[in-house]
């Protein structure tokens, strides 16, 4: 039998999917363009926005036949063993593929934002942590596995990472998100799609573009960004990851713009994703928002518009199951109010990826593991251990309170302390689906911090009470907290956020604040435990920052973990004997006053205080803050022109508090001026030595300041970073490899610019504490970039012996 060309591996993608193409019907087309999600609820709490809408007005058996884009969330949809639930995947993707003329599987697609969401899967800190170790690599690592565990069981296709930056810490999706700097979450989330990527897993972009920009803080309200902001804050991080990650899909945001709902802007969708950053995968929706451009957002009037609107402006898939991609537009292409060009235009992108996969290939069969499956392996803990401990923030510690004695009396109190979903994001499998099943067990080993603080010191007498629930505003239980607290050396407050979904919880998907007061009456209790003059150790786990002010100098100590994930317990209770150094720094602000939202760091000259308005939005502790056990000086700073490769200063400075926020940090030093083109570099070098009596890890920070441009910049803006881990004693030099790209902006006319005029290059511990300065004008005709300009500042790393 002769073998058709699209069958043939040795042939070129595009001539496969051509010749496929000339084969099918339209009806096989557009089903290559809707996925099906078997087994999802449509009454009681769902897991996505309007899912008791959902079209289960399909029969499967005759909906197969004419082929299948996509399998919607096998294992995310209900606990099911995950052996059993890969043989079920296999045998559907087997009775897919015989039921039609081609004999192509669908794409089975999952959500994997921290960790594999299936029932037995490890359940790693939200990305929200990544952002605090300033550790791409570990990330990179996590998403290996991730990835690798999800293609053991047959999964083609991941819908992470979320590269929304915080605009407004009140949404409730800030736990999802990396920070509030885009250089920060372009990093961070691109070496997640390396990861996955490396796996073989599809890598999924989302929400694109500016869905954390929603006004009011409200999931899927409108967004108000302009359009430097949309595109110097929102964007970056989605091109870096394409450019740098190699992500070969990008999900729409269910929000609209202008008037106009990112799902249905060609703008958005194909002029600038396609045609000017050159992305050549797929474009998904975000669950049922086809059907919102009728349902919600009312710029079509049938489900036949709304397929036409999202195909014109470039989504090829629907998800999570058909609504308009079906029978409604092949009727509206028959009729002539579709082109078909658009049909074949997405189906052409599906096949493409498909054959990426191997989905096209004659000797595809599906494949299930014989044996158990494991997908919270000890490698998998190590990694989720590491980062999670990586990711917990020392906020103060001004009388070195921390580490705690072996031997102390300890009361543990909180709503947070004894509850293992504490630990957990809203799309960690036992508390997105989890929750829904009562009955059955999480799964997986969950560590509370409670019991991870009696196994870290068995030689302290330790005392637990909640005090209150999460947002009960019972406070019966406060009198015996306070007992408890007046009978201990020292008070441990475990307070935080409940995670959940559309109002289930105080943080996660559909769970956003009127201001950043702490939840319920934990405050009050915060209050009445500080009352007692016994030395309180706070301990937030929380998906976002919470307004600390009123507790400002009154804390022993202040503790924050962004739900640190299945490890979390241990982390946390082994910064807090000293196990483990600190070494998290923040990724967002945390703010001093509940009010004054939205704000994040990234602010021009009027954005930040002044006597202009009464109200103050400086932040208690900014961005990048975070302190250590151990202390470290910032030596030699120096720096190179590399256009004429002349050392142009080497003005030494120190610092070695081992508080290193914006209170405490030592005073700065600013080297000579020089002179670098517009398109030209230079390299900002520093050794960071270890002074103190413990290993330890400091975070050096490259911040750009643009003293006068043509349009009003943020006042600092990270450019850079180095994690350094360093033994007691040891040093390492840094190397910064500035390059005049990294100060390109939108200007007035819209073009990306590398403007001639003076910068100041600031390596800092935070935005506030800032070490040295470097000096420089950029010289020459303003240059305009475009998507071939540097987006990274490399780093080089020296150890000294």
């Excluded at 990396?178 to 990093?187: A, F, N, Q, R």
């Excluded at 409940?498 to 009456?521: I, K, M, W, Y």
């Excluded at 902006?745 to 800092?764: A, W, Y």
Aim: overall charge negative.
């Amino acid at each position: 039998m002769t073998t058709a060309p699209w069958r043939d591996p040795a042939l070129p993608a595009a001539a496969r999917v051509d010749d496929l193409l000339s084969r099918m019907t339209l009806e096989e087309k557009t089903a290559q363009l809707y996925g099906v999600w078997v087994g999802a609820a449509t009454d009681g709490d769902g897991v996505a926005p309007h899912q008791q809408a959902m079209n289960t007005d399909y029969d499967w058996d005759e909906l197969i036949t004419r082929g299948l884009g996509q399998l919607t969330r096998s294992f995310g949809t209900a606990p099911v063993d995950p052996a059993l639930g890969a043989q079920a995947l296999a045998r559907a993707q087997r009775r897919i593929a015989e039921a039609g003329r081609f004999g192509i599987p669908a794409v089975a697609h999952e959500e994997c934002l921290a960790g594999f969401t299936a029932w037995g899967a490890t359940a790693y800190p939200v990305p929200l942590a990544w952002g605090a170790t300033f550790d791409p690599a570990l990330v990179e690592e996590m998403a290996g596995r991730i990835g690798r565990d999800m293609r053991s069981v047959g999964v083609h296709q991941g819908l992470a990472p979320v590269l929304d930056v915080v605009r407004d810490p009140r949404w409730g999706r800030v736990e999802e998100t990396i920070g509030e700097d885009p250089y920060l979450v372009g990093t961070i989330g691109t070496a997640y799609v390396r990861g996955l990527e490396s796996a073989g897993v599809v890598a999924t972009l989302k929400h694109f573009a500016g869905y954390a920009s929603s006004a009011g803080a409200r999931n899927l309200a409108p967004v108000r960004a302009g359009t430097r902001e949309f595109a110097d804050v929102v964007l970056p991080p989605f091109e870096m990851a394409l450019r740098e990650g190699g992500a070969r899909s990008v999900m729409a945001a269910y929000t609209e713009r202008d008037g106009v709902p990112a799902s249905a802007d060609p703008h958005l969708l194909t002029e600038l994703l396609r045609n000017a950053w050159g992305f050549t995968g797929t474009v998904v929706a975000d669950y049922f928002a086809v059907d919102f451009l009728q349902t919600l957002h009312r710029v079509a009037g049938n489900p036949a518009e709304s397929a036409h609107l999202a195909l014109a402006a470039g989504i090829d898939v629907e998800l999570p199951t058909l609504k308009c991609y079906g029978k409604d537009l092949v009727a509206a292409v028959r009729d002539g109010s579709v082109p078909q060009a658009l049909v074949d235009r997405a189906a052409r992108r599906v096949l493409l990826q498909k054959c990426e996969l191997g989905l096209l290939d004659e000797d595809w069969r599906p494949q299930a593991p014989t044996g158990p499956v494991d997908l919270d392996s000890p490698a998998n803990r190590a990694v989720a251990r590491r980062l999670a401990e990586e990711s917990v923030v020392l906020l103060t510690n001004p009388d070195g309170v921390l580490p705690l004695p072996r031997d102390a009396r300890i009361a543990v109190v909180g709503p947070r302390a004894a509850d293992a979903l504490a630990m957990l994001g809203c799309y960690s499998f036992p508390s997105h689906v989890g929750t829904q099943h009562p009955d059955v067990p999480t799964g997986i080993e969950i560590p509370t911090l409670v019991d991870a603080l009696r196994t870290e010191l068995p030689d302290s007498k330790l005392t637990f009470t909640p005090g209150c629930g999460v947002t009960d505003p019972d406070t019966s239980g406060f009198a015996e907290a306070v007992a408890r607290a007046r009978e201990a050396d020292v008070c441990v407050a475990v307070l935080g956020d409940r995670s959940g979904l559309f109002g289930r919880g105080t943080s996660g998907e559909g769970c956003d604040v009127a201001d950043l007061a702490l939840p319920g009456v934990q405050g009050a209790l915060l209050d009445a435990l500080v009352g007692t003059g016994v030395p309180v150790v706070l301990v937030l786990l929380t998906g976002r920052p919470y307004a600390l002010g009123r507790w400002h100098g009154r804390l022993a100590a202040a503790v924050q973990a962004f739900f640190p994930g299945e490890e979390g317990g241990p982390a946390v209770a082994g910064v807090l004997s000293g196990r483990v150094n600190p070494s998290g720094r923040l990724p967002v602000s945390v703010p001093r006053v509940p009010g004054g939202q939205p704000w994040t760091y990234l602010q021009p000259p009027l954005g930040l205080a002044g006597d202009t308005s009464s109200l103050d939005p400086t932040p208690l502790f900014p961005f990048g803050h975070g302190e250590s056990y151990t202390s470290f000086a910032w030596e030699d700073f120096a720096w190179e022109n590399l256009e004429n490769a002349e050392e142009t200063g080497g003005t030494a400075g120190t610092a070695g508090t081992a508080g290193t926020g914006a209170e405490a940090g030592p005073e700065a030093t600013t080297g000579p001026e020089t002179e670098v083109g517009t398109d030209g570099s230079c390299d900002i070098s520093l050794t960071v030595r270890n002074t103190g009596d413990r290993e330890g890890t400091e975070v050096v920070q490259l911040y750009l300041h643009d003293p006068v441009a043509s349009v009003t910049r943020p006042d600092v803006r990270l450019i850079g970073y180095q994690r350094l881990e360093l033994a007691s004693g040891a040093a390492a030099r840094v190397t910064f490899r500035f390059h005049a790209d990294l100060s390109a902006f939108t200007d007035r006319s819209g073009r990306r610019v590398v403007e001639p005029g003076t910068l100041e290059l600031r390596l800092g511990a935070s935005t506030t504490d800032i070490r040295h300065t470097a000096r420089l004008t950029l010289t020459g005709p303003a240059r305009e970039v475009g998507p071939d300009r540097r987006l990274r500042c490399e780093t080089v790393v020296t150890r000294e012996a």
